[in-house]
């Protein structure tokens, strides 16, 4: 059983990796599963939220009862799917491990390895997070942080930075990658507490946190 905290509030949820194109059978991304976006959407869907989930490509199956689930590979896809997708979102929640760089240049047709040495030039990816916190048009946005050191710091910079509700910091050197448990910090302005379980348990407890719960 779940209560209903999320009933008539729209959700929406980034998850999973994103890829860049090299060219057209070569491209760059991350080992990002999607399980903890994944997770935040069942449980929100259990909650009683309406859902829309935003996923690079993963192995997962999307959830039961999704208002939308809208499937992407880049970045450039993924800004676009969720800036259509803002009106009347009351929570964002960027789970996805968005690609920080892009080629410069996406060779229209397969590089030959005959070339010999290879120089790829790259270029940085538009932040999704830090504009949908710009457009103001969402009341609680929500950022991941990997970090690898100094985590609670770290997160705490990026929260004041992209100017967000909450920053869930994960450790990436404690394995959180691919695993179905994880261990999190979930910080806010006046707020910092530990969640750790199976991604599903600590989906519920970022979610009561973000929708207003427990603090
Ligand atoms: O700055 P950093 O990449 O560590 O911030 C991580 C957070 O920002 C995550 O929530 C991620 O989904 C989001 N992000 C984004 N667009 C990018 C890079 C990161 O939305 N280009």
Known sequence: FVPKFLKGKK???????TREYI???R???NPSSGKMGYALAEMAVAAGADVVLISGKTCLKP???LR???EVETVDEMRRAVLKNLEGTDIFISAAA???FTPVQKAENKIKKNCGEFILKLKRTPDILAEVSASKKVKTVVGFAAETENIVENARKKLMEKNLDFI????VKKGVFGSDKTSCIVIGEDFEKRFSGTKREVAFSILKVVGGMLN
């Not at 959700?11 to 990796?17: D, E, K, Q």
């Open 63 to 65: 959830p039961y009862n």
């Open 98 to 100: 968005v690609g920080d």
């Open 68 to 70: 939308n689930f809208i």
């Open 23 to 25: 060219d057209p059978v």
């Open 11 to 17: 959700i929406v949820i980034t998850a999973g990796p």
């Open 27 to 29: 491209f760059i991304s």
């Open 168 to 171: 869930v910091a994960n450790d």
